[in-house]
């Protein structure tokens, strides 16, 4: 039994030496974290971890010879068109993850899964296609402009679809 007391009290040692080396090594984290990073991060009520950007003119509200303007519509429209096609390449592959799991059942499970890439690959496709891989703000204003146009011209196509 004398024994046991013995290595009841061994036991105890080891126990209180961790705790102490525990608190050596995490007493000064622990204090530079809530002396200096907390109050940091609680003055910046800013939830998310990626940076987000002003939105800024776009390039119709510019002026013809402001550099800066169209310099900044031009990073707003590659920011917004990334974005776009992080849209599209998520939905396509939600698509093709459900047809892989669902099998010969995809066409009813995964309908909804379907219609929304579909439909956000057109409206990429509207905003984006066929002005080439280097396009600009300019080219896909001019896109924008002249499908307006065309659909005034023809109103009853607009109707049908």
Not at 102 to 128: H, L, M, Q
Request: hydrophobic share 30%; glycine share 4%; proline share 4%.
């Amino acid at each position: 039994m004398a024994s046991d007391s013995g290595d009841d009290n061994e036991g105890h040692r080891y126990e209180k030496l961790a705790l102490a080396l525990f608190k050596v090594l995490d007493g000064p984290v622990t204090a530079l974290r809530e002396k200096f990073v907390e109050p940091i991060q609680s003055r910046n009520k800013y939830p998310y971890y990626h940076r987000r950007f002003r939105r800024v003119p776009t390039i119709d509200e510019c002026e013809f010879n402001d550099a800066v303007c169209i310099y900044e519509a031009e990073s707003q429209y590659r920011r917004d068109k990334m974005v776009d096609e992080q849209i599209v390449k998520i939905l396509r592959n939600r698509k093709n993850e459900c047809k892989f799991w669902e099998g010969p059942d995809a066409k009813v499970k995964c309908r909804k899964v379907s219609e929304d890439y579909d439909k956000a690959a057109t409206n990429w496709f509207i905003k984006y296609g066929d002005i080439g891989a280097n396009a600009n703000v300019i080219s896909a204003y001019m896109k924008q402009k002249h499908r307006l146009i065309w659909e005034r011209r023809n109103p009853e196509s607009i109707m049908r679809s």
